[in-house]
């Protein structure tokens, strides 16, 4: 049985049973043989119909939906209801693009032997889908993952993060209470070992990953051949801050960046480079801001910042900070494990380069600020990591900000607003070692449909 507990003060939420090999082949079984077998597809008009259904029985359970991803995700109250409104905005945003599936005209008769044709493609599903997500969203993740497959017509099957299960099963029941067939959309709750006989499977045409770069790129590595994927892993965003820039308009947007859900997001704000006349004033602003912030238990609606998900990461967070006050990164506020569960919300300034806060992803509540003179320096540094999704800037100057769009190393940059920032319908996604393939729901939705050629020759052509 797997338990599912609090991340706040590790008390039990709900026991619920594993599964294994056997109900991962069976899972995989079912969805093939919907696929394979077209007269069990589900006609477009099905699909946004059940899809609109999704959305209105969502609409009247958003308390008990926000409870739920609160209580196992750990993200504040007040920030799981967001979430919950975005992710029944995602539905509706997937059913609005099925319309969008759809092919184009091929010119004929360019050449001699072309003459008398004409051909058109058009879209259709890739085939079984298999999706493994993670915690920090336990249903707006579940949302981008299983619904985009259900709009581009293909059978899912679902492995939530083991800490944040509910959410899923909750969605899953949802799914099928607005109409959704019988086995187009199943949850397994299992380990690696089983995960990976599901990903890895020949029947599977898509894999969709969110979660470690170490187990993306080795999931990758073990695809079917032909299996086409979309890995979404981490980041350790920069962000360019220029003497000119608004210091009062961004410091709330920093604070915000980098310690919404206690740090854990892909894109939170992490290195901050700040020229030096203004490094100060915007360093001590955070901090003041940072301080601030109300931590504790993720269900109290007036808390800002909840805890960590599980204990050992603040054990981990603990050690890099203090690593790099040890080897010169001066503390500016935090710096210290509150309980087992939550970490006070932390600002170093300038810690060293090759300190792990400066290199690897912090996922936690920690920023660090570096002073720069020269732009193309800090820049080259916030480029040095092989970690490139999201990026800012702010800066007044169009010429500075278009040269920093330019340069920075991301899928994003973002001009005066903070990394974090996400609507789900723009594309989403990390280059390099923190992904491959593009996100958001109507890109999700397209790379889960392929395309196929007809050619007709005709003699009135």
């Known amino acids: 049985m797997l338990k599912v507990l609090s991340p706040y003060d590790q008390s039990l939420i709900k026991e619920i049973p594993l599964d294994g090999k056997a109900e991962v082949e069976k899972a995989l079984t079912t969805a093939y043989r919907l696929f394979q077998d077209q007269s069990k597809w589900i006609p477009p008009h099905e699909r946004i119909a059940i899809l609109e259904n999704t959305a209105e029985i969502m609409k009247t359970r958003i308390e008990e939906l926000t409870r739920t991803a609160a209580q196992e995700g750990g993200k504040p109250y007040i920030d799981s209801k967001v979430e919950v409104l ?5 539905v509706k945003i997937a059913a609005e693009h099925i319309a969008q599936l759809k092919g184009e005209q091929i010119p004929m008769a360019l050449t001699k032997a072309s003459e008398q044709r004409i051909a058109f493609t058009t879209r259709e599903p890739i085939g079984v889908v298999a999706s493994v997500s993670a915690f920090n969203h336990p249903l707006n993740l579940i949302i981008h993952q299983t619904v985009t497959a259900i709009a581009a017509g293909c059978p899912v099957i679902i492995k939530p993060a083991l800490a944040t299960p509910l959410s899923c099963l909750n969605f899953v029941k949802i799914l099928t209470e ?4 019988e086995g187009w959309c199943q949850a397994i709750i299992c380990g690696h070992e089983a995960a990976e006989q599901l990903v890895t499977d020949e029947r599977v045409n898509y894999f969709s990953f969110i979660g470690s770069a170490k187990i993306g790129w080795y999931l990758r590595s073990k695809l079917s051949p032909g299996t086409r994927c979309a ?5 350790a965003a920069p962000i360019i801050i220029e003497k000119d820039a608004e210091i009062e308009e961004l410091l ?5 960046g980098g310690f919404y859900h206690a740090g854990q997001v892909c894109v939170s704000v992490q290195r901050v ?3 030096e006349s203004i490094v100060d004033e915007v360093s001590k602003g955070l901090a003041a801001l940072a301080i601030k912030l109300k931590v504790g238990n993720q269900m109290d609606e007036k808390t800002e910042v909840g805890p960590l998900i599980l204990p050992e990461e603040v054990d981990r967070i603990e050690k890099w900070v203090n690593e790099a006050v040890e080897s010169g990164a001066k503390l500016l506020c935090g710096g210290k494990r509150i309980s087992n569960t939550c970490y006070e919300p932390t600002v170093l300034l ?3 380069l090759k300190a792990k806060v400066s290199t690897l992803e912090i996922f936690g509540p920690v920023v660090c ?11 080259e540094i916030a480029n040095s990591l092989d970690l490139h999704f999201q990026a800012a800037v702010f800066t007044k100057d169009l010429d500075i900000a278009l040269d920093c769009v330019k340069k920075l190393n991301a899928t994003a940059v973002m001009v005066n607003d903070h990394t974090a920032f996400r609507v789900d319908w723009m594309p989403f996604g990390g280059r390099d070692s923190s992904g491959i393939g593009m996100g958001g729901i109507q890109y999700s939705m397209h790379e889960m449909t392929r395309e196929k050629l007809m050619v007709i020759k005709s003699k009135v052509l």
């Open 86 to 90: 975005r992710a029944i905005n995602g």
């Open 178 to 181: 607005a109409g959704l067939p």
């Open 231 to 235: 890995l979404e892993h981490g980041g």
């Open 252 to 256: 709330p947007a920093l604070a915000k």
């Open 273 to 275: 480079f700040v020229h």
């Open 350 to 352: 300038n810690p060293s």
């Open 369 to 379: 600020v570096y002073t720069y003179s020269d732009r193309d320096k800090a820049i």
